[in-house]
């Protein structure tokens, strides 16, 4: 994917991060939080159908797309630190957050710390759980193959898992965007941030204490973050809506658009 036209960089915390910021000044604003390990580019169809309307921001998380790593060990509290310091930068007193999958912790952490700070959540593909023993296992394994193997093998094996069987036909060129996105992460970044997953905490009890409206989205067929794990977190989200998409697996926004931004549309509408 080409580089933005209007991209944006701002010294947040110890690191510049990289943004876009699209849309309507004065317009209530919602911020998107890309998975991992991809960058902001992934929400380029929610962008384009929400900036008529709203002020709309994707920015990269550090140590992914353009923004640098800084210093600090990585972890999920640390991101949800970035992203309120990024808001307080752009003078964003509160806002609407879209997270996927990572993006997705960090809302819930964000949230957890800065309830204040938010109008409204939107969770897709991701979950309220801890990592288990044996996912753990599997991201120290998979930090070992990135050092011995490499970025691209590490791409292509990923790849595997975040689409739905359907995809691999109807959206080729959504898996080439996010092949390319995971090579241009550098192998320090990868290994950083799937210790950081590894090591979050579980936010599922926490999750009785949201008072906003909340968004669940889920790929039918995600296999990374199922259906069952969205449906645990609406169980305990008081209020929360749940949304399961159709022909898509952990990357829904990009699998099925149309039907993402469908709900997304109707859900951004009914809070502000």
């Known amino acids: 994917m080409n580089q933005l036209k209007n991209e944006f960089r701002i010294a947040v915390n110890d690191i510049m991060v990289s943004y876009t910021d699209d849309g309507k000044s004065g317009a209530p604003s919602l911020i998107f939080i890309h998975g991992f390990p991809f960058n902001k580019s992934m929400w380029n169809h929610q ?6 309307k709203y002020h709309v921001i994707t920015y990269d998380i550090r140590g992914h797309g353009n923004s640098d790593n800084g210093n600090e060990n990585f972890s999920i509290e640390l991101f949800a630190k970035d992203l309120i310091s990024f808001m307080d930068l752009l003078k964003i007193d509160k806002t609407m957050l879209c997270g996927l999958s990572m993006g997705g912790y960090i809302s819930l952490n964000a949230i957890s710390d800065s309830p204040e700070r938010f109008d409204a959540l939107v969770l897709s593909d991701t979950q309220c759980i801890a990592d288990t023993t044996e996912a753990k296992e599997k991201r120290m394994n998979a930090i070992k193959n990135i050092r011995d193997a490499g970025v691209e093998k590490y791409a292509d094996e990923s790849i595997k898992n975040l689409f739905s069987p359907e995809s691999f036909i109807t959206r080729k060129n959504a898996i080439s965007d996010v092949r390319e996105m995971i090579i241009k ?11 950081a997953l590894a090591m979050r905490k579980e936010t599922c009890s926490k999750l009785q204490e949201i008072k906003i409206p909340v968004l669940i989205m889920v790929g039918k067929e995600d296999i990374v973050t199922p259906p069952a794990a ?3 977190m609406h169980e305990k989200i008081k209020n929360s809506s749940l949304h399961i998409i159709e022909h898509a697996g952990h990357l829904s926004n990009m699998e099925n658009p149309d039907e993402f931004n469908k709900q997304l549309k109707k859900f951004v509408s009914s809070v502000y």
């Open 47 to 52: 962008v384009e159908v929400l900036k008529n």
């Open 185 to 195: 992460t550098s192998e320090q970044s990868l290994c950083n941030a799937l210790l």
């Open 230 to 232: 969205a449906l645990l």
